[in-house]
């Protein structure tokens, strides 16, 4: 038997995903290549990536086959964007009927309710754990008066208070090697930075190590918005120091507001006068108060304010400036699109409720940006140990 081994009919993208990582790596295609079959040699369970049996949409060279769960779902804008890298959602989670019925338009699934009621055995395993979870307040107070009443407390006992905690009884009991989260920007500052202690703290004592950043999403679409996202990497499986950085907005010109406007919005999204001139009222008060607040008349060549869950209200922080009418406010179609979701997307539900799920969700070209940064760190897992589990998936008993 020779030693020589030729690969007719490799695809296309296989072809340049070798060609990518062997240049990354400093390797010839040759060491490269070699190098993946070594780490495949004698293993029993093929292939070598989990999930390669399934037929992935590969849109880049950095795709590769993984499973998620799509926690507080939403309308799925980690589904949208991880779907979209080759990501399989194993299980989606949310309560609120309305989202739901988004969220089955456009993925097919309707997801599981109260995650509160939920059992872990009945959660599949899955590699990234995503999750928006809800930013309502945190009661830290809580903890202190329980430790000095003696009482139990640390991570066990805080779980009855809190959504985050149900998240870390899943992430501690599933754990998945990696744990995507986003909240808003206050969750670092809320409570004095006690909030984000304690959840960074119950994170590292999962045993993951834990990155986190505050990105505006106006570098990806025309819209300010900062948000913290928050990246958890299993320690037992990626070690102390997984090479994980953030991504930088694009480079090249900024998306701007005019860009995601339609060309003829229906006259009911026209402010009538009355509100109008409450508006401008409101704003006159507040004004003489010393104060900011009141509507925003958008800039059509630079970026919407953010836009919120409350927006259907009188969706007086976004207004669009019209020639000879009143102000408008954007239609659920232009939230969309502000948001990053795609146009073939169809909006089910009322405006009201559209609305509020675009102004709860959070944007997929960001979470696609730190997702593909994700990846490269599962690839380099993969690279350097041959799967995603170099260790024996650790999981404490189910609940
Ligand atoms: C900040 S939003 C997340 C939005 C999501 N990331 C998206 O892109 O649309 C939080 C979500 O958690 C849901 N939620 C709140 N409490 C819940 C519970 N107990 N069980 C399941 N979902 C819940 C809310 O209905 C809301 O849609």
């Known amino acids: 038997m020779t030693d020589q081994l030729l690969i007719r ?15 990354e790596h400093g390797m010839t295609q040759q060491e490269f290549v070699v190098s993946i079959l070594e780490h495949a040699f004698g293993r029993s369970e093929l292939p070598l990536f989990p999930a390669a049996v399934r037929k992935v949409d590969v849109s880049g060279p950095e795709s590769l086959p993984f499973t998620f769960a799509d926690f507080f779902a939403g309308i799925g804008g980690f589904r949208t964007a991880l779907q979209s890298l080759g990501g399989e959602c194993r299980f989606s989670c949310e ?28 959660i599949p395993d899955h590699d990234v754990l995503a999750g928006g979870f809800p930013c309502q307040p ?21 779980t009855q208070g809190n959504l985050f905690f149900n998240l870390a009884t899943i992430i501690e009991q599933k754990r998945p090697p990696v744990a995507f989260l986003e909240n808003v920007k206050n969750l670092q500052s809320h409570d004095q930075g006690r909030t984000w202690l304690v959840i960074k703290g119950t994170l590292e004592q999962l045993g993951y190590t834990v990155f986190h950043k505050v990105i505006d999403a106006a570098g990806w679409v025309p819209q300010h918005r900062e948000r913290v996202y928050i990246v958890c990497f299993d320690k037992h499986i990626f070690g102390e120091n997984p090479p994980f950085r953030f991504p930088e907005p694009p480079p090249g010109k900024r998306p701007k507001l005019a860009d995601i406007l339609e060309t003829n919005p229906d006259s009911k999204y026209t402010l009538s006068d009355h509100l109008w001139k409450y508006l401008q009222n409101y704003a006159e008060r507040h004004r003489e ?7 925003g008349l958008a800039n059509l060549d630079g970026v919407s304010r953010t836009l919120s869950a409350r927006y259907f209200k009188d969706g007086s922080e976004i207004l669009i400036p019209q020639q000879g009418s009143n102000p408008r406010r954007l239609t659920p179609r232009e939230c969309a699109r502000l948001m990053g979701f795609p146009d073939d997307y169809p909006i089910v539900v009322s405006d009201t409720q559209a609305y509020r799920q675009f102004g709860n969700a959070v944007v997929p070209p960001v979470v696609q940006a730190v997702a593909r940064e994700i990846i490269k760190v599962l690839t380099w897992q993969v690279m350097r140990r041959g799967s995603l589990f170099n260790a024996p998936r650790r999981r404490a008993k189910a609940s």
């Open 138 to 158: 945190f009661s830290i107070a809580g903890v202190s008066k329980k430790r000095s009443l003696g009482h139990a407390h640390g991570f066990k006992c805080e």
């Open 9 to 23: 009919k490799v695809p296309r993208h296989v072809r340049s995903w070798i060609e990518k990582k062997r240049v």
């Open 95 to 122: 309560w609120d009927k309305y989202s739901q019925k988004t969220y089955k338009a456009w993925y097919g699934d309707t997801p599981e309710g109260d995650i509160r009621k939920i059992r872990t055995q009945e």
């Open 289 to 295: 108060k010393g104060n900011g607040f009141g509507f």
